[in-house]
C-alpha cells in the first residue's frame, strides 16, 4: 500500500546545530501534517501543510512542502534540549471503499546534546 | 480539562486474558481512532470510527474490536492475548474527513503481556 517514507531513523547533534527531517511520498499528497513525540509522550500536532511549495515557520522550526506535493521537510535551526523527540510526517492514504487514512512515517528520532 | 482520555494508562496481564481500554473525548469531535505504537515507534492506525463508518485496518486481527457506545467513546475489547500485542495503544480523535485535519491524541495505554 502507500507509504509515506521518513528519514533519517535517528539524530544526533550537538545543541545549537541544525536539524532536519524528510518526507517522501510515492503518489502525490493532498496535505501533510507533523507531530512531535517527546519521551514518554504521545503524539502532538505541528502543523499541516496543503498548498504546493508551501513554506510555514515556527519559531525556529520550518516546515516545507514540496512543489509536486510528494515530499516535506522539517528544519530546527540551533537546537535545543527542549527539542528532544520523535518527529512524524503523516499523510492520508488511500485505505479502499473510497476511505483515506492518516498514515504516519517511521519517525525521526532526535536527540540533543547538551 | 484532558481532552483525549485513556485508561487504564498500564495494563499488565497474562498470554490468553480478554482486556478493555477505555476512551473518551471532550473536544466533541466526530471520528476517533485506534492506533498501536510498537517497541521501533511505529505509529499504525488500527480503526478509525464515526457514527457511521468504522473503517478497519486490514492487519488487524480480528482479537481486536472497537466498541462505540455514543460519538464520545471509543473502546478498545482484545480478546486472547498474545505476547505480539505488548505495545502502546494511543486513542485519538478529529472532526470530519480523516485525512485533512489534525489528530488529538490521548497518553496512550501501556500494555505488557506476560
Known amino acids: 500500500g502507500q507509504q509515506v517514507m521518513q528519514i533519517p531513523q535517528y539524530q544526533h547533534v550537538q545543541e545549537g546545530e541544525d536539524f532536519t527531517t524528510y518526507c517522501n511520498s510515492s503518489t502525490t499528497l493532498s496535505n501533510i501534517q507533523w507531530y512531535k513525540q517527546r519521551p514518554g509522550g504521545h503524539p502532538v500536532f505541528l502543523i499541516q501543510?496543503?498548498?504546493?511549495?508551501e513554506v510555514k515557520k515556527q519559531k525556529r522550526l520550518t516546515f516545507q512542502f514540496g512543489e509536486a506535493k510528494k515530499n516535506s521537510s522539517l528544519h530546527i535551526t540551533a537546537t535545543q534540549t527542549t527539542d528532544v523527540g520523535t518527529y512524524f510526517c503523516a499523510g492520508p492514504a488511500y485505505s479502499g471503499a473510497g476511505s483515506y487514512q492518516l498514515t504516519f512515517g517511521k519517525g525521526t528520532k532526535l536527540s540533543v546534546i547538551p | 480539562d484532558t481532552a483525549v482520555s485513556q485508561t487504564p494508562k498500564y495494563l499488565v496481564t497474562q498470554m490468553g486474558n480478554d482486556k478493555s481500554i477505555k476512551c473518551e473525548q471532550n473536544l466533541g469531535h466526530d471520528t476517533m481512532y485506534w492506533y498501536k505504537q510498537d517497541s521501533k515507534k511505529f505509529l499504525k492506525i488500527m480503526f478509525s470510527?464515526?457514527?457511521?463508518?468504522?473503517?478497519i485496518n486490514e492487519t488487524v486481527p480480528n482479537r481486536f474490536s472497537p466498541k462505540s457506545p455514543d460519538k464520545a467513546h471509543l473502546n478498545l475489547h482484545i480478546n486472547s492475548l498474545e505476547l505480539g500485542d505488548s505495545a502502546v495503544y494511543f486513542c485519538a480523535s478529529s472532526q470530519g474527513g480523516i485525512s485533512n485535519q489534525p489528530q488529538h491524541f490521548g497518553d496512550g495505554t501501556r500494555l505488557s503481556i506476560l
Open positions: 501543510l496543503v498548498k504546493s511549495g
Open positions: 470510527y464515526n457514527n457511521k463508518e468504522l473503517i
